[in-house]
């Protein structure tokens, strides 16, 4: 069996010191920034001010509520797309499962600026611009989450399926009660990819919506910038709610993600 020497152990355990320092770095520095920065951008005691003076100058409360509310009907359409999808490809015995899987690859293969014209150009006839389901509603279907668990499903045993099948279980209650059980993991994982790239999006909540009210945190941050452009502290506050709901889905599920990652690796 391989075995590290003490020198060599001594190595990685500095190396992932030092590169988990440069990547919580930034963190750091806007919740440091946040308490601490004055209007001069000197460091002082720590204080709520620069939150107060943040929540004061943009709706903030309002544009987080937006961002939850989108975050929550995007991911929740995306896994529930993504695993009725799946299953129909695995378990429908359709012909040809491979190219539909195909149509679905297809998608994240074309550069998502390429289809913003069409989207926008949808979302105003539905006369739905500078409206909360306009954010959501064109990314309810995402080709990566279909194939996450489409992959989860194919390594399923297919005699406990026939099993399943001799027993009675039809394909609601064999989804629900056993396959999804067991494919938690993924579900976990999918859901996290999901909502984190929908509370990070930007440019597409900038381009259909125009007042602050139904901007989501993202935009109003870039807004609090130059509103605020001379006060770094209360900038900082702002980057602060915005990150912390990330932060705390991410350590949260952090046990389920590496285990996600480890079985994709073995996969």
């Known amino acids: 069996m391989f075995r590290r020497s003490k020198a060599s152990q001594v ?28 209007a001069s951008g000197v460091v002082s005691r720590p204080t709520l001010g620069n939150f107060t003076a943040a929540a004061s100058s943009m709706p903030l409360v309002r544009q987080v509520g937006n961002s939850i509310i989108v975050t929550v009907c995007q991911t929740v359409g995306q896994i529930v797309t993504a695993i009725l999808a799946a299953y129909a ?8 499962p491979q190219l539909w899987m ?19 150009l949808n979302v105003t006839n539905w ?7 306009a954010i959501f509603l064109p990314y309810l279907v995402q080709g ?20 399943c099948a001799i027993d009675g279980a039809g394909h609601f209650r064999f989804m629900f009660h056993i396959l999804l059980p067991i494919t938690k993991s993924t579900i976990i994982a999918a859901t996290i990819n999901s909502a984190v790239s929908a509370w990070n999006g930007y440019f597409w909540p900038l381009l ?3 007042s602050p009210e139904t901007r989501t945190i993202q935009v109003g941050i870039t807004q609090l910038s130059g509103a605020e452009s001379s006060h770094m502290g209360v900038v900082l506050a702002g980057s602060a709610i915005a990150i912390i709901p990330t932060l705390i ?19």
């Open 127 to 133: 006369g739905l611009i500078d409206t909360i389901p």
């Open 144 to 163: 990566f989450t279909v194939f996450l668990f489409r992959q989860a499903f194919r390594s399923f045993p297919s005699e406990l399926r026939d099993a």
């Open 249 to 267: 889905l991410t350590l949260t599920f952090n046990k389920s993600l590496r285990g996600m990652t480890v079985a994709g690796g073995l996969k």
């Open 89 to 96: 490809i695995v378990f429908c015995n359709f012909k040809r």
């Open 208 to 210: 259909v919506t125009n």
């Open 11 to 38: 190595f990685m355990v500095a190396l992932g010191i030092i590169l988990a320092a440069i990547v919580l770095l930034p963190v750091l520095y806007i919740f440091i920034g946040a308490f601490t920065f004055n």
């Open 102 to 120: 195909m149509i679905f690859l297809l998608s994240l293969m074309i550069p998502g600026e390429t289809t913003i014209l069409s989207n926008y």
